[in-house]
C-alpha cells in the first residue's frame, strides 16, 4: 500500500477498469485497462515523460520524520518501511499522464468483458520473475489475494471487499470474480497491488511484524537495514522488467536510501550537510528563507516548485465525532470560525499557501459555486435526510469563514459565540458549558514539534470562546497506536486525494470504516447518505458521472464540519544536490522522480564540495 504517513495509507484510490467501443458485448483480450475511454500509450515504445537513453548509476537519499519497524506494508502492524514498494511489481502498472489508465506490468494482457465487468483474467508474462528468480506464477497471485482478503490491514480488505475469489487457470492465468458488476473499479484495484512470492511467505507468518527480507519482483533489492534509522535498496542487475515499455528510462538510481529523523528540524540540518541529497520541503519559512547555508550560496543546491493536477492534499484539523460534544455540528462549526488562516498565512506562511475549501481542491472533482443543475438532482433526495445546517452547506456557494488578518480575528469568534449559544450552549465564569452543565475541555493530539506555532492560535481562538484545549505532542509509535483506536479529541493530518476517486472514499468517510481500528476514517464519520453517495461513485459508468458524484460527495462533507481544513498550495516543494537530471516533459499526475537519473559530472562536483567542505 503507498505510505500511510502522508497518504495515511494512502489512499490506493485509482478507479480503473476496461473500456472500449459500446458496441462491445463479449470479453475482449487487450494489453492495458483504461477506465471509461481509449489510452493515449498503448503502442508506443516508451512513456512521453521517460528518458529512455538516461544513465543507470548514483544514488538518491532521502529523509523520513518518523521511525520503522516493520517491512511489510500490507498487514498494518506497526510502522512499515518507506519505499518497500519498490521491491513489488503489481499485475499493470498506472499512467501518470492519463488519470484512470494501466498499462503491462506483470500481467501482459487482461480478458475482461467491458459492459458485464464481473471478472476479470490476467494473463502473466512468461518471463515475469521474483528477484530469487523463481517465476511468477498464477498461484502467486491466488496466494497474493488469499493472503489480502484474510490476513490484510482492514482498510486493505475493505479495498478489495468487492472481490469474490481467485482461480488459478493456468500457470500464466489468473481469474479474479467479482461480487456484481456494479463496481467500475474493482478490476483496477486488483491489478495494482503488489504480488507476494508464495514460497517466501508459506513458512511466515503475514500478521506478524517482520524485519526479515522480503522477496519480490520489483526493480529494487533490500540492501541494508539499521532498524528504525535507515533502509537502502539497491537496483537489481536482474530485474526481470527492465525493458517493459513502462520501465524504460525509470529506475535508474543504483541505490535509494531513506534516513530517518525525529523532526523536520533536525533534517533539514542534515541537508545541509549533505547527508541525504533530495528534501521534500513542506515549512514554508524554510522555503522562503532557509537556503542561506554555504552549500546553497555555493549553487550546489536546486530548488523547484513542482506542480501536478492531482487534488491537492487534504491538511486538516480532524474532529472525533465519536465524542460528545464534537458530535454536535454546531460545535464543530463554531470551532471553525476559530481557525484564523488569513493571519496565519499573512505571519507565518509568507503569504504561500491558499486555504482549502475543497476536499479534492485544484482539479476538476472540486466543488465550486452553487450547485450545478445535475448536481441538484443527484441531492434532491437526499435533502431531507440531511441536517438542516448541512443542508443549507451543499446548497449554497459554500466558503470558510475570511477574517481581516489582523490577528484578533474578533468578527469571527462573536458569529461562533453566537452560534454556540442558539445551540444551547452556556457561558458561566468565562468558561463554555456543555448541554449538561460541564465545562468543555480538548485534547488536541500530534507528534510533529514544527505544527505547534500553527496549532496554538487555534487553541488561544478556541479559549476565548471558552473552550479549553491541551496540545500534547507524543512519539510517533504512541500516536499511531492512539490514531488506530481511534483515542484522540482534535488531530492534524494530511489526507492525500485520487484524480479518479472511488472505493477508497468509503474507507476516508464511510460508516463501516469508522468502527474499524486502523482504517482511515479518523473522524468517525457515519452519515448514511454519503454511504449512499459513495456507492453511487464507485458505481459510475463514465468520467463524467465520476466526476459529478465526486463534487456531490465534496458538498456533503465540507457541510458536515467533520473537519477544519487548513491550508496548502498547489505546489510541491523540492530541494536537491544539484546532480540530478529529469526528462524534458514531466508527467501530469506526478512528480516523476522514478524517471530522474544522477548527472555524474555534477555528482563529481558535489562529491568534491562535500569532501573540501569536511576537511
Not at 492560535?457 to 483506536?485: H, T
Request: charge should be neutral; hydrophobic fraction near 35%; proline fraction near 6%.
Amino acid at each position: 500500500m503507498s505510505d500511510l504517513k502522508s497518504r495515511i495509507a494512502y489512499a490506493m484510490s485509482l478507479g480503473l477498469l476496461m473500456c472500449s467501443p459500446n458496441n462491445w458485448a463479449a470479453p475482449q483480450t487487450t494489453a492495458y485497462l483504461s477506465m471509461y475511454g481509449q489510452t493515449r500509450y498503448a503502442k508506443v515504445p516508451y512513456l512521453p515523460y521517460a528518458n529512455p537513453e538516461a544513465p543507470k548509476g548514483g544514488r538518491l537519499v532521502r529523509a523520513e520524520i518518523s521511525t520503522f519497524d516493520n517491512l511489510n506494508s500490507m498487514n498494518g502492524k506497526g510502522s512499515y518501511a518507506d519505499g518497500i514498494d519498490s521491491i513489488f511489481d503489481s499485475l499493470m502498472s498506472r499512467s501518470l499522464d492519463e488519470p484512470g489508465v494501466m498499462y503491462p506490468l506483470l500481467a501482459e494482457k487482461v480478458t475482461i468483458d467491458p459492459e458485464q465487468s464481473d471478472y476479470i483474467i490476467f494473463h502473466l508474462n512468461p518471463h515475469a520473475r521474483f528477484s530469487d528468480g523463481r517465476p511468477v506464477t498464477a498461484e502467486d497471485v491466488k496466494f497474493t489475494f488469499d493472503t489480502y482478503q484474510t490476513k490484510a490491514n482492514y482498510g486493505l480488505q475493505m479495498y478489495i471487499a468487492n472481490l469474490d475469489k481467485t482461480e488459478v487457470l493456468s500457470k500464466h492465468q489468473v481469474k479474479m470474480t467479482f461480487k456484481g458488476t456494479d463496481n467500475t473499479e474493482i478490476a483496477s484495484i486488483v491489478a495494482e497491488l503488489a504480488i507476494y512470492s508464495k514460497a517466501d511467505w508459506q513458512d511466515k507468518d503475514f500478521t506478524r511484524i517482520t524485519l526479515q527480507p522480503i522477496i519480490g519482483s520489483g526493480p529494487y533489492i533490500i540492501d541494508q537495514i539499521d532498524p528504525g534509522r535507515s533502509i537502502s535498496y539497491k537496483r537489481d542487475p536482474n530485474y526481470w522488467g527492465r525493458e517493459l515499455m513502462v520501465n524504460r528510462g525509470r529506475y535508474n538510481f543504483d541505490q535509494i536510501k531513506y534516513i530517518y529523523f525525529r523532526s523536520s528540524e533536525a533534517a533539514f540540518e542534515a541537508f545541509k550537510t549533505g547527508q541525504y541529497t533530495l528534501h521534500n520541503d513542506k515549512l514554508t519559512r524554510n522555503w522562503m528563507v532557509g537556503y542561506q547555508f554555504p552549500a546553497a550560496k555555493a549553487a550546489m543546491i536546486k530548488k523547484q516548485a513542482l506542480q501536478t493536477h492531482n487534488p491537492i492534499p487534504t491538511q486538516s484539523y480532524v474532529f472525533n465525532n465519536r465524542r460528545a460534544p464534537l458530535n454536535d455540528i454546531y460545535m464543530r462549526q463554531a470551532l471553525s470560525y476559530a481557525y484564523d488562516f488569513e493571519w496565519l498565512n499573512k505571519t507565518l506562511f509568507f503569504g504561500q499557501n491558499q486555504r482549502l475549501n475543497s476536499y479534492f481542491q485544484n482539479s476538476e472533482l472540486e466543488a465550486k459555486g452553487p450547485p450545478s443543475a445535475q448536481e441538484l438532482k443527484i441531492l434532491e433526495p437526499y435533502l431531507s435526510r440531511l441536517d438542516p445546517l448541512q443542508r443549507q452547506g451543499v446548497l449554497e456557494n459554500w466558503a470558510y469563514p475570511v477574517s481581516d488578518g489582523g490577528g484578533f480575528n474578533r468578527d469571527n469568534l462573536l458569529k461562533a459565540r453566537q452560534i454556540l449559544l442558539d445551540a444551547g450552549y452556556r457561558y458561566q465564569n468565562g468558561r463554555l458549558l456543555d448541554l449538561k452543565g460541564q465545562p468543555i475541555h480538548f485534547e488536541f493530539v500530534t507528534h510533529q514539534q514544527n505544527l505547534q506555532r500553527s496549532i496554538l492560535p487555534f487553541i488561544r481562538n478556541a479559549k476565548k470562546l471558552g473552550i479549553q484545549i491541551d496540545l500534547r505532542v507524543v512519539d510517533l509509535p504512541q500516536y499511531m497506536e492512539r490514531m488506530r483506536k481511534h483515542d484522540f479529541d482534535i488531530t492534524a493530518l494530511v489526507m492525500p486525494q485520487s484524480i479518479s476517486p472511488g472505493n477508497e472514499q468509503a474507507q476516508m468517510w464511510g460508516s463501516r470504516a469508522a468502527d474499524e481500528a486502523g482504517n482511515y476514517n479518523y473522524a468517525g464519520i457515519k452519515n448514511p447518505v454519503l454511504d449512499e453517495l459513495i456507492e453511487k461513485l464507485v458505481q459510475s459508468p463514465n468520467r463524467e458521472q465520476q466526476v459529478l458524484y465526486t463534487r456531490v460527495i465534496d458538498r456533503v462533507l465540507r457541510a458536515g464540519y467533520y473537519q477544519i481544513m487548513t491550508y496548502n498550495n498547489a505546489f510541491n516543494w523540492y530541494a536537491s544536490w544539484d546532480m540530478y537530471q529529469q526528462p524534458l516533459r514531466s508527467p501530469q499526475l506526478s512528480t516523476g522522480i522514478d524517471y530522474w537519473w544522477v548527472d555524474p559530472v555534477k555528482a563529481n562536483k558535489v562529491s568534491h564540495y562535500l569532501n573540501g567542505s569536511n576537511k
